[in-house]
Nanobody, 118 residues
Framework: VQLQASGGGLVQAGGSLRLSCAASGGTFSRYRMGWFRQAPGKEREFVSAIRSNSIGRDYADSVKGRFTISRDNAKNTVYLQMNSLKPEDTAVYYC????????????WGQGTLVTVSS
């Protein structure tokens, strides 16, 4: 499975961005998909995840109410809509895939940089 993240960029605090992650080479509709981020000098952290049926969605407390994860199984793509961005959201954002039966994030994209200026 190959994952290609895109949509990062420079935005002012309070602004919005939408990240996309396109998957290929696997049965996307069966995977749980997630977003993680890693800020400079910090460990990678969980941001959000969505189950294959789109019903189950999880968010880190730090992004609840501001970020929304969604997916389009017809397009093999998962999205992260980020609103009310804060400087502390600055990080490289990675998408990941958890295949059925795995219970772990087996596949990772290359990351896309989000920079939020104050």
């Amino acid at each position: 499975v190959q994952l290609q993240a895109s949509g990062g960029g420079l935005v002012q605090a309070g602004g919005s961005l939408r990240l996309s992650c396109a998957a290929s080479g696997g049965t996307f509709s069966r995977y749980r998909m997630g977003w993680f981020r890693q800020a400079p000098g910090k460990e990678r952290e969980f941001v959000s995840a969505i189950r294959s049926n789109s019903i189950g969605r999880d968010y880190a407390d730090s992004v609840k109410g501001r970020f929304t994860i969604s997916r389009d199984n017809a397009k093999n793509t998962v999205y992260l809509q980020m609103n009310s961005l804060k400087p502390e959201d600055t990080a490289v954002y990675y998408c990941a895939a958890d295949p059925p039966g795995s219970r772990s994030w087996d596949y990772w994209g290359q990351g896309t940089l989000v920079t939020v200026s104050s």
